[in-house]
């Protein structure tokens, strides 16, 4: 397809984001879009690999849901385990009174955007390849953008759905930084030796994910109903299944791997994945471990966590909207990215069809109703983001748990775990939080409810308190009375079953050898 000189709608980038912002404006009949991305073709490797329900539920709107649930696996839980002592267990099947879809839906990335792909073509939408953005400019009537290849299209509403170094983002001089640290995720390391914890103070902790074949006993706590995460010395693991590949004639499952990088190493081996994994698994015996039989394919990665200062912004006569990691990145912690860029995006598609299709069926909104039209798009944004943040400030705790080096943290958050995920409630809500729902939820819930019984968030208040040592942190955040005393008596508890803890481990360490 040759690139028109005129489009109302121009999405930069072919994301999960992108395409699912297209195909909601098309559903909502609105079809005057032109997608265009830098890259010659589609994704082939990706990182994400979990669609939460809320996320579902917005995809089943345009049409996509069913596809990809017949694709993926479903899982009924995410478990956390230290060695053979199971910490909690987010339990999805709770979700089944709020959602049609009370499961996490494990599915590549690429098997996604394949599955969205196909929806544009059933629209009759075409992506433009590979049209590499260079400068944006304000001009009467709206935005002209120019590519690489030198061709210039005049858009009234650009959304920039390009990724995290967002050209998009960039030329409309939209900051982009931590929203906690107030630092930008993408700076030229500094001058003089920094050390491995300077560097990931300042640049966030190196991580790795593969995807492999196992081989041998597979043990009850590696399954397709559960994404397993394990505590160990060396930090963590995250263990998922995922569907076969397609062209494998037997069927084989796809697993997930992913831990913290060797130390002073970038590159991902078979052998630290099998030493990661053996480690997690250190209460077998080794002829009941799995074996790593093969990597089919791996990359590393540093966790970094920013927001855009807006998702929305008004330049000239044109409008500039963010989605997806042009808008917000954080740490991959409880699969959150891609599904918080997909609901994002589907719900920008289904305001900005509204307003455009008003003014396209001869209807033109006065001025005042314009401007009114584009106050809805900045509250609607404005609202995202302060999403984004909550869910930033979520995965950062989720990450500083899971990577607690020194064995005394390590055991104090263990044994906290272990007392939360005792009862049927902060499973239940801990699923609850992963799914995306619970923003719905809150609004329906009288304050005095919301506050009546310590949650999710109060356990990562507690966990905090416990290790930072700073009183004035039991003191403050949402919850009053109810999180102070209930912090204090997490804080009695750590003090007093560590011991027993480092006993019971040491005897079933010995047992074992034994």
């Known amino acids: 397809m040759i690139l028109p000189t005129f489009t109302n709608v121009l999405i930069v980038g072919t994301g999960p984001a992108g395409l699912a912002c297209a195909i909601s404006l098309a559903v909502n009949g609105y079809k005057d879009v032109t997608i265009v991305d830098a890259r010659p073709s589609g994704r082939t490797l990706s990182r994400a690999i979990v669609i939460h329900a809320q996320t579902l539920e917005e995809l089943d709107t345009v049409g996509c ?78 935005m002209q953008v120019q590519f690489e290849s030198g061709e210039i299209i005049k858009a009234r509403y650009v959304i920039g759905a390009d990724g995290s170094r967002s050209t998009i983002r960039q030329l409309a001089g939209i900051p982009f930084r931590d929203p906690l640290t107030d630092q930008e995720p993408y700076v030229e390391r500094p001058k003089g030796v920094e050390t491995t914890k300077q560097l990931e103070k300042r640049l966030g902790k190196e991580l790795v994910i593969a ?191 899971t990577g607690l080096e020194t064995l005394p943290a390590q055991k104090a958050r263990d044994v906290v775990w272990w007392l939360m995920g005792r009862g049927s409630f902060v499973n239940n809500r801990l699923a609850l939080r992963l799914s995306g729902l619970q923003a719905g939820e809150q609004t329906r819930q009288p304050a005095s409810a919301q506050q009546a019984t310590p949650s999710v968030s109060s356990i990562e208040t507690a966990i905090r308190s416990l290790l930072s040592k700073d009183p004035q942190h039991l003191q403050q955040g949402a919850g009053g009375a109810a999180i102070r005393l209930f912090s204090y008596a997490v804080l009695l508890v750590c003090l007093l079953l560590p011991t027993i803890w480092l006993r019971r481990s040491a005897s079933v360490t010995a047992v074992t050898r034994a």
């Open 65 to 142: 849901a069913d596809t990809l649930n017949t694709r993926g696996l479903h899982a009924k839980y995410m478990t956390v385990r230290a060695q053979k002592t199971l910490l909690a267990k987010a339990n999805f099947p709770s979700l089944a009174p709020r959602t049609r879809f009370p499961w996490a839906l494990l599915i590549s990335q690429a098997e996604t955007e394949d599955i969205l792909d196909q929806r544009m073509n059933e629209l009759g939408i075409k992506i433009l390849r590979p049209y590499n953005v260079t400068g944006m400019k304000t001009v009467e009537g709206g």
């Open 211 to 401: 995807d492999v074949h196992l081989s041998g006993p597979i043990p009850p706590e590696v399954n397709t109903e559960e994404l397993s995460v394990f505590l160990s010395t060396l930090q963590f693991l995250l263990l998922v299944p995922l569907p076969a590949l397609k062209d494998d004639p037997n069927g084989k499952t796809v697993y997930r791997m992913s831990c913290p990088a060797e130390p002073g190493s970038l590159e991902v081996t078979l052998p630290r994945l099998q030493t990661v994994l053996d480690s997690a698994l250190g209460h077998l015996p080794a002829h009941q471990k799995p074996r790593v039989e093969k990597i089919i394919w791996s990359s590393n990665f540093r966790v970094k966590s920013a927001v855009a200062d807006r998702f929305f912004t008004r330049i000239g006569d044109g409008v500039v909207a963010l989605i997806g990691d042009a808008g917000h990145v954080h740490s991959p912690a409880g699969g959150q990215g891609m599904n918080l860029g997909i609901r994002d995006a589907i719900q920008l598609g289904r305001t900005l069809a509204d307003i455009l299709k008003r003014e396209q069926n001869g209807t033109a909104l006065a001025h005042a109703q314009r401007a009114y039209a584009l106050q809805r798009l900045e509250q609607f944004s404005e609202e995202r983001r302060k999403m984004a943040i909550q869910v930033i400030k979520m995965t950062k705790v989720m990450t500083w748990a």
